[in-house]
């Protein structure tokens, strides 16, 4: 493998070119990134089918593909027949010649798929899930010591669901360990097979109690590929996620990935250790709110499931919805939101079984793409639902740590706070950023903007922005090796930032005063009117340009700074600019058919979401 440039141990100058892949489940995505000037920016991108499947079995024939459209896109010369040239000969006076780095992320052939074992499933059975949803696996089921199966119901589930990797936790340090050893047999007896390669044993990552060690080792050493770690719950009131994720990818890289076809001629081109896609979205996501200070939350909705990632006060989370997407998972997004929540978003008035054929028909079809506004329509407002559902999800599971005991005060005990009470705080939020198709390649940015903040319901002030091009994954990867190269790239290229939506909090009835509002725009006018109930508007703010605003409002409604209380921020401007949302939160919509579609109709011309909503 290629020395990282750049590593302690090496002596090669600073990255100026780089290549990068992505090698999706159904599309393999290359991005040039190059240094200009003092910045790096990405420059050209390619993109080929993924050929993990017959007739070709090898994964980098789709690298090399989209590499050497890049390659005719840019007039550098970067493939040597199947080899990748590195490092870049600019050094030799060839500029136009080689790269620096190859570097790569995978979610092929279905992504990381865990299974999680823990002694009580609330506490050191929820750790465990958050240790390997943030290493970016799909977590397929749960068990533990008093999840309520019965021994042979648990052996049966861990041989039928044929896991990549079981990640096992439970117990303190120092504690007792007869229900560790317990889920241990029940694994053994369970003789699980891996869903790649007939020939080797399945991966699991002890991450318990240390004290269990012994006997882990051998009721399971002859019969899995046994990796031992730290505790991810040494004390109770303590996670220690980062060593079971660190060697979830090391065991990935190592194990899983070499019996993909193709993987092992893939990690011997990368001059980096190979991510899993979503590993790497939550490494950029983490890596900019670290440096930015800010609290974020993002979301990447694909076909197939829904991935969440969080950062407050500097506590990462991501949990993935594996049955809400917007293709292949789009019947289940029906099935949990319900047709009536669905409804509820479209502007204008369907038959419902029409309705439920036009989602049976993206199911069945998943490749195809709205051909008019009302498919359009449609389309984004079973979005909504999919973005709401799997936030909820999210904060269910981005939670402190429960069975730890608190000091309390009297106002504590009013308040009912609690140890597993959720680290999402909406008015605390900072920025919200989207990816994925229905938000990336919306044809209008206000589409993608009123998706989210219908969805999300911020609360108070809060930037939103889109990723432009879905090249998260490759920045994700090249943040571990050159920071700045991948934040230069995210800021510039990556991230569009679409404005900043301001909403109070409280109800009232429509027409009635919400808070009085000042914005002084920067060209030095100043507008002075009052935000009503059921008002949705809409100013033009530049990107890169702020504005101050001022909220006064009524005596029940919230601002950020307690009912009542008057409110001045500074406010960043983006493609859409500035939303004022007066419609309440919680928002509700009318109960009555022709005035929801109404109220959304009024909403959708207000701020252009489409050319027109009257029907």
Request: charged letters at 20%; aromatic letters at 4%; one cysteine or more.
């Amino acid at each position: 493998m290629t020395a990282v440039p750049g590593a302690p141990d090496s002596p090669a100058p600073p990255l100026t070119v780089i290549v990068a892949t992505d090698c999706g489940s159904t599309t393999t995505k290359a991005i040039l990134i190059e240094k200009i000037g003092d910045e790096y920016r990405q420059t050209y991108r390619g993109e080929a089918p993924t050929t993990v499947e017959a007739p070709f079995e090898d994964v980098t024939r789709g690298v090399l593909n989209a590499i050497a459209e890049i390659e005719e896109l840019s007039g550098r010369k970067i493939l040597d027949g199947d080899r990748i040239i590195t490092p870049n000969r600019a050094a030799q006076g060839d500029p136009k010649t080689g790269v620096d780095i190859y570097i790569s992320t995978s979610s092929a052939g279905g992504g990381l798929q865990m299974m999680v074992t823990g002694v009580v499933q609330n506490m050191t059975g929820e750790s465990a899930q958050r240790a390997a949803l943030g290493a970016g696996a799909i977590v397929i089921d749960v068990l533990a010591s008093n999840d309520g199966r019965l021994p042979h119901e648990k052996i049966e589930r861990i041989r039928s669901m044929r896991p990549d990797m079981i990640l096992m936790s439970g117990g303190t340090d120092g504690g007792a360990v007869t229900h560790v050893v317990e889920m241990a047999e029940y694994v053994a007896a369970a003789e699980p097979r891996p869903r790649f390669g007939a020939t080797y044993k399945l991966p699991l990552i002890y991450a318990g109690n240390k004290d269990a060690r012994p006997q882990i080792a051998s009721v399971l050493g002859d019969k899995t590929a046994l990796v031992i770690t730290e505790n991810i719950r040494p004390v109770l009131e303590r996670e220690n996620l980062a060593p079971a994720r660190d060697k979830i990818h090391d065991v990935f890289l190592e194990h899983v990935m070499q019996q993909a076809p193709g993987y092992k001629k893939l990690i011997d081109m990368a001059g980096a250790p190979i991510m899993p896609t979503p590993a790497a979205v939550g490494v950029i996501m983490e890596t900019i709110a670290k440096r930015e200070r800010l609290n974020l939350i993002g979301v990447d909705i694909g076909g197939a499931t829904t991935d969440v990632f969080s950062v407050f006060g500097g506590v990462f989370n991501r949990t993935v919805s594996a049955n809400l997407g917007m293709s292949y998972s789009i019947s289940n997004v029906l099935a949990e939101a319900g047709l009536a929540n669905i409804m509820r978003w479209v502007p204008f008035t369907i038959d419902e079984q029409a309705l439920r054929n036009r989602i049976k028909n993206k199911m069945v079809r998943p490749t195809t793409i709205p051909q008019t506004l009302d498919e359009l329509q449609i389309e984004h407002a079973i979005s909504r639902e999919a973005l709401r559902l799997a936030l909820i999800h999210h904060k269910s599971l981005a939670t402190a740590l429960k069975g730890v005991q608190q000091e309390r005060t009297i106002s504590d005990v009013f308040e009912q706070q609690q140890s597993g009470r959720t680290l999402i705080d909406m008015l605390k939020l900072d920025l919200i950023v989207g990816s994925g198709g229905i938000l990336s390649h919306a044809p209008r940015r206000i589409q993608s903007m009123l998706m989210m903040v219908d969805a999300y319901e911020p609360l108070g002030f809060t930037m939103l922005s889109v990723d432009s091009i879905f090249m998260m994954p490759h920045l994700g990867v090249l943040s571990t090796i050159d920071e700045k190269a991948a934040t230069d790239v995210f800021v510039r290229d990556c991230m569009i930032y679409l404005g900043t939506c301001v909403a109070p909090i409280g109800q009232g009835q429509e027409g009635e005063v919400c808070a009085e509002c000042e914005i002084a725009f920067p060209d030095g006018r100043t507008v002075r009117e009052p935000l009503k109930y059921g008002d949705l508007k809409r100013y033009p703010l530049e990107l890169g340009k702020k504005a101050s605003v001022t909220l006064k409002p009524a005596k029940t409604v919230n601002a950020g700074a307690g009912p009542g209380a008057a409110v001045t921020r500074e406010v960043h401007g983006g493609v859409v600019g500035l939303l004022l949302d007066g419609r309440g939160r919680p928002l509700q919509l009318p109960k009555d058919d022709a005035a929801r579609v109404a109220a959304l109709t009024k909403w959708f011309n207000a701020v252009g979401l489409y050319p027109t909503c009257d029907q």
